[in-house]
């Protein structure tokens, strides 16, 4: 059966609730795009439940996240009540039956939350486990940390790029002015281009750092989402490269497959020798040159702090900068006497804070500085 | 309804079903989705904003679809700093002056205006991608890789695609007459702006599942043989779900593979084969050093 877009059908209720339920669920849905999906359900048949799928992902949609959303709530909405379409109560009523959003309450409630949550938050990322977490939950953290910005810092290249204002784009004046035979005309300028320096994240995984390794890695995630070059290492009794596991979009798939390249979570630190092998492996032959090496450690170091120094000190001098971020910084009272970190402090570039939510803003700051 | 009549009724499109028949017959295998998107395209005479991996055949739809229609296809490839001298029009300015100089040379007119006139004529006037086909019209535009591009180009195309003309100050409005079919792609280096999405319809292409993907092969490369076809695809599967790859290959990559042993003459695809033309597939060596080890788990089966 099909209907009419202006005709006050049943199927234009059911179509059009359907769209704000996407909406509340998340997906960017506006009205002409509702418009644009009905005016496509009309061409390609109402009562074909493949065609008004592929019509409303061509027009609801916008990005591969927004689909993996559309399929939940497409299989939610039209496969639990019978067949397509078939008039149901008043709109308002069945947005709210829609389980997507988190039981405690969607949109508003949602989002007033969350506010609170960083408003207060100073300790919110402590002592969460992962695999113990609600859904609800998982969302409510990973909505926290789509809230963080990450600008990488730059540098200035070799190559030149056309600009407004700078030095005189000699060649480019002249072809310009060859293409009108001859005739002069404005000056062309160019300035350096920027470029983004790399970004090094070295996130300790041994047992005292336990309860924050979970929020460092999606630190890693949100840096590798917004950075052109970002590489993440895990330093506990061994280095592992989990760059390559972070690059996955959705986070939780990426926490999944950098835990499970690690071999050595909650081991013993030997912080000085795993940097040594860094440096040694990756940092001098070029990971480390140039770069903003961020290292997301308490300091504990169960082998010779003069080690650990040595190590930093050699990173300092590859690198354009090194900032060490310790979650207890941000403690009362706290001051960096441990032997590691002791050995370290002299070397650094940065010394921040990494407890909360706000101070991996404030990181991100430091780093985009740098 | 729009009053012109579409190119799909023309072409006696009348669902998503002959869409995907008449692309089989231009050699171009649609799943369902995108032949249900490109009806609704054609139909609704909406530009298609298609995303995917690289080598998921986003440009070989527009290709298929000029074919379809009988259009020419006219394509717009997108560049960092890419403006509207290059994607819209220019003026032939060498043409113009060395117009000015023989009229002075001849010592023609003395009517200013009228030459003035002259100088902004049609053949001083360079129509670029965009331009042709909104003159050419009906044809299909392809935007290629968009992402590459700006973001004053997106807002500016934006303007174009939801009038189908441009206005040249010394020229006066260009518009077509058949709005063309505009296919746009990406491979999603950049978010685009929501507003020009919205503007779209969209389609995230997928790698095609083993049997399309066989599928393709024959029928894009008919005269190598169906077993060759199901080992190259089937390990170009293997390979390409791999998730340590840094590049997966593409549907152009498997083609590319399948053409390469045709050219050595092999209708079957051993060890040493494999390992000696696996730069048709991985372009990175990481992925080449990685695949290399484990090529006889790859071709098993």
Known sequence: MTFAPSGADAGVELFTAFARALHHAGVRVSGDRTQCFLRAVVHTGAGDRAAVYWSGRGTLCSSPDDIVVYDALFSAWFDDHGPLPRARGPAARTIQQVALDPPDGAGEQADEQLVRTVASAQEVLRHRDVAGMSPAERRHLAALFARLQATPPTRRSMRRRAHHRGEVDARRTLRDQLRRAGEPGPLRRRARRPRARRVVLLVDVSGSMEPYADALLRLGHVMTRCMPAVEVFTVGTRLTRVTQALRTRDVEVALLAASAAVPDWSGGTRLGEVLRAFVDRWGQRGTARGAVVVIASDGWERGDPRMLGEQVARLQRLSHAVVWMNPHRGKAGYEPVQGGMAAALPHLDAFVSGHSLAAFGRLLEVVSDA | ?301
């Open chain 2, 1 to 301: 309804m729009s009053a012109p009549a579409g190119l799909a009724e023309q072409q006696g499109l009348g669902s998503a079903a002959d869409v995907t028949r008449r692309l089989r017959e231009t050699g171009y295998l649609a799943d369902a989705g995108l032949a249900t998107i490109t009806y609704l395209a054609l139909v609704m005479q909406r530009p298609l904003l298609l995303e995917g991996e690289p080598g998921t055949g986003k440009t070989a739809l527009a290709e298929a679809l000029a074919e379809l229609v009988g259009v020419p296809l006219i394509r717009l490839q997108c560049y960092e700093g890419i403006d509207a001298t290059q994607a819209l029009y220019d003026w032939d300015f060498t043409g113009q002056i060395l117009h000015l100089r023989t009229v002075e040379a001849v010592g023609g007119t003395t009517d200013a205006e009228a030459l003035e006139e002259s100088l902004y004529d049609d053949r001083f006037l360079l129509d670029r991608p965009i331009l042709r086909a909104l003159r050419t019209s009906p044809a299909v535009l392809l935007v290629d890789e968009i992402d590459r591009a700006d973001d004053e180009f997106e807002a500016f195309l934006l303007e174009v695609l939801s009038t189908h003309q441009v206005t040249i100050p010394e020229y006066g409005v260009v518009s077509a007459v058949v709005p063309p079919i505009v296919v746009l792609t990406s491979n999603r280096t950049r978010e685009l702006h929501d507003a020009l999405k919205r503007r779209c319809l969209y389609h995230w292409i997928e790698h095609p599942g083993l049997t399309r993907e066989i599928e393709i092969v024959r029928s894009r490369l008919p005269e190598i043989s169906q077993r060759l076809a199901e080992q190259v695809t089937t390990a170009v599967q293997r390979i390409r779900h791999d998730d340590d790859m840094l590049k997966p290959p593409g549907i152009a990559e498997t083609l590319d593979w399948a053409r390469a042993l045709q050219a050595l003459g092999r209708d079957e695809l051993d060890l040493e084969t494999a390992g000696a033309t696996l730069g048709a597939v991985l372009k990175y060596r990481e992925d080449t050093d990685r695949v290399r080890d484990s090529l006889e788990r790859m071709l098993a089966g």
